[in-house]
């Protein structure tokens, strides 16, 4: 493996260092502002509407599956 | 379409009989022997007869075409780029873990978009003396930090040519570039010169290599990488692209050679420092042990459980002294077209001991 190393690490080392946590602050924020988001808005309801689920039901089942008309 | 193979790995070898069989070993853990393709460059050992005892597919070149130039032959041979999804080259003194594949395919088969070009895993050494432990250090600073950093920038600078996963079709577009003493360096940059997509790092996934044993072989080894280094910079006009690879190369190019003249100039001050004031060596040294050595040691020690690390401190700092002056001449043999008639210098190898 051809690597360079840095065999005195000065700037590059503390460079990286620095690359590294802004990396890791940067995730923690995203995970942060995703957590207070959920806080701040409610849940939503789960009380399902009969009519629209009814709908999506039909919606999602294969054609096969489905009853034909009746003549 | 035909369905594609899932991954086929790819070693080079030259006069490698100590080490292929454990090598092909090593592999035949993780794939079948179907998926294994020796590509013998010109051996005058046993190299090919050892590898036709594990694997089918046994290319011998004569003469010795050098290394990249017959993995593009073997490449072009078995038609690698068309019949595999992926492609692992592997180095014939490199052992591959068991779970090398389970860290480095899951990114690229999630990759529906194919923006990724290549998986880098990591590199670890063995456990022998005092420069296979500093080997070791180095590769922990080299990889944890370095290149953790420099995958967060998407500008890796090397993908090992022993732990790296390829998208197979990106062989189709490109070869092994050939002319720079390290062709894996050289392959890296080419794949971000021709944007041929993003380099992702995992570090757990993990082969073992080997790492010179005595300081000739050490010397033979950084001599060939450095001046490959500026090889590379020279070959792919670092740093006037534009891309993140020519801060980040341009960055450690300008470090190594402060650091050569550093190192100079400190051995310059050796008697100056003795004679009247021992503090313009200390401070620098002390320095360096507290902010810099002792820290990266007991990571060292925290990841590998390798307390003789310490016994070994005073051969360190000769070592980083050592490598700072090849650093620095390297620079001025490919400066002014020294590196010529350099060729690929390979360092001994020794059969792994279990």
Redesign the interface.
């Known amino acids: 493996m051809a690597q360079i190393s840095t065999p005195i690490n000065s700037y590059s080392l503390a460079v990286h260092l620095l690359v590294l946590l802004v990396a890791m602050l940067y995730k923690q924020t995203k995970k942060l502002s995703l957590k207070l988001r959920r806080l701040i808005r409610p849940a939503k309801s789960t009380k399902v509407n009969p009519a629209i689920s009814g709908v999506s039901l039909l919606q999602s089942k294969p054609q096969s599956e489905l009853i034909p008309n009746q003549q | 379409m035909s369905k594609l193979r899932r991954l086929a790995i790819l070693i080079p070898a030259h006069n490698e009989e100590t080490v292929i069989a454990d090598t092909i070993k090593s592999c035949l853990k993780v794939v079948t022997k179907q998926d294994i393709y020796i590509v013998d460059d010109g051996s005058t050992d046993k190299t090919a007869q050892i590898s036709k005892k594990y694997v089918p597919h046994v290319l011998s070149l004569k003469p010795n075409q050098g290394k990249a130039e017959a993995s593009n032959t073997a490449i072009a041979h078995f038609k690698l780029a068309t019949r595999y999804e992926y492609l692992l080259p592997m180095?014939a003194d490199t052992q591959v873990s068991q779970h090398f594949l389970e860290q480095t395919l899951p990114p690229l088969d999630r990759d529906k978009k194919q923006q990724i070009a290549c998986v880098v895993g990591k590199?670890i050494g063995l456990k022998h003396n005092f420069l296979t432990t500093y080997r070791i250090w180095?590769y922990e600073?080299?990889q944890l930090?370095?290149k953790?950093?420099?995958a967060?920038?998407n500008a890796i600078?090397?993908c090992?040519?022993?732990?790296t996963v390829y998208r197979a079709s990106i062989f189709q577009q490109i070869k092994i570039p050939t002319g720079t003493?390290?062709e894996?360096?050289d392959l890296t940059f080419l794949i971000h010169r021709q944007n041929l997509g993003r380099i992702v790092f995992r570090e757990k996934a993990v082969v073992i290599?080997q790492d010179p044993q005595d300081i000739r072989n050490y010397v033979k080894q950084i001599d060939?990488?450095?001046t490959?280094?500026w090889q590379c910079v020279s070959k792919h006009n670092i740093p006037w692209a534009g891309q993140p690879l020519d801060a980040e190369v341009a960055?450690?190019a300008t470090?190594?050679l402060?650091?050569g003249i550093?190192?100079l100039t400190l051995i310059a001050l050796i008697p100056f420092a003795f004679l009247n004031h021992p503090e313009v060596l200390a401070i620098p040294f002390l320095l360096?042990l507290a902010v810099?050595m002792l820290p990266t040691f007991f990571l060292v020690i925290k990841r590998h459980k390798h307390w003789k690390i310490f016994a070994y401190l005073p051969q360190f700092y000769l070592?980083?002294?050592l490598?700072?002056l090849i650093?620095l001449v390297s620079f001025i043999k490919v400066t002014f077209g020294l590196d010529k008639n350099m060729s690929w210098r390979k360092i001994a190898r020794y059969a792994v001991t279990k």
């Open positions: 180095d590199v180095e600073i080299s930090i370095h953790n950093a420099q967060k920038e600078i090397v090992p040519g022993c732990a003493l390290t894996d360096m290599t060939r990488w450095y490959g280094f960055m450690l470090e190594g402060f650091n550093l190192t360096d810099f070592i980083r002294l490598s700072c650093f």
